[in-house]
Structure formats: C-alpha cells, structure tokens
C-alpha cells in the first residue's frame, strides 16, 4: 500500500470515528440511517496486525451512504476541508 493511499485510509478512519463520537452514534444507528451494517463498519476501521495500517476503505457507493448517515460529505471523510 502507498503511503499516499494509506494516510487517506488513516484519515478516513479518524474522521469516521470523530464524527461518530460527535454524533454519539452507534455502529447500529448508523446501519439504520443507511450507512453500512456493524460488521462493515468495524471491517473499515479495522487494522491489520502488522503495524496499525488499515486493510481497506469502502466503495463509493458505501462512502456517499456513510457520509450521509454521518451527516457530512464523502470529501470531508476522505481529508477535504469543509464539512
């Protein structure tokens, strides 16, 4: 994995999980506004256990339905400015 490509993944994740804490949302609710289930979610914050680097992002489609079940943008998840 590049390192451009991983510290998007890295980004993704931090960002995932403040808007998360913000929202003081569970991984269930935000199955229910349409974002992934449980399993997918913690699968894209997950690590691997040879180091802390993520073993992957979501889909597009994926991306646009979490970002609005985390009402933002799938730009601001993936490091972009505004939210």
Avoid: Y
Avoid at 47 to 58: L, W
């Amino acid at each position: 994995m590049t390192n451009t490509r991983l510290g998007v993944l890295l980004q993704f994740q931090r960002r995932v999980q403040e808007r998360i804490a913000v929202l003081r949302l569970s991984r269930s609710e935000i199955h229910r506004r349409g974002g992934p289930t449980p399993q997918a979610l913690g699968w894209m914050l997950r690590s691997t256990d040879e180091g802390d680097s993520p073993k992957a992002g979501p889909c597009a489609w994926t991306l646009v339905r979490l970002a609005q079940a985390l009402e933002t943008t799938p730009g601001w998840l993936l490091g972009g400015g505004e939210e």
